[in-house]
């Protein structure tokens, strides 16, 4: 029953990443993956109040496995990220791709202390 709860979670969450790198994507006009970006940090946030909830005796496994190891595992990508920042790099957009490293990590991070907070708020 577990595997099915992360199957049903990743069946979830890569079309909503999918959708929202496109719906930013379309808004852009530059190479900065401000989808990918955006999707990573939704997953944080996502993640963190998912955590906080789970801190405060409210969420349960089956919670866990669905969103955050399969709608957080499948909306987060890491090698997505990894391959839009190295790309940058090859094709000489260096500072860009220092740019994606550093700011998709600090969001992450922000995000997910957030989304803490947000928990602590609500559930005390």
Known sequence: MNWLLVVLGGALGA???FLVDRA???R????FPWGTFTANTLGCLFLGVLTGALMSGEGGTRYEEFVATGLCGALTTYSTFSWE???LARTGQVVRAAG???STVLSGLGAV???LMV??????
């Open 15 to 17: 079309p909503f990443r």
């Open 24 to 26: 930013v994507q379309r």
């Open 119 to 124: 928990a602590r708020v609500v559930w005390g």
């Open 113 to 115: 202390a957030i989304g």
């Open 100 to 102: 994606s490293a550093a």
């Open 85 to 87: 920042t190295v790309h």
């Open 28 to 31: 852009q006009s530059t190479e």
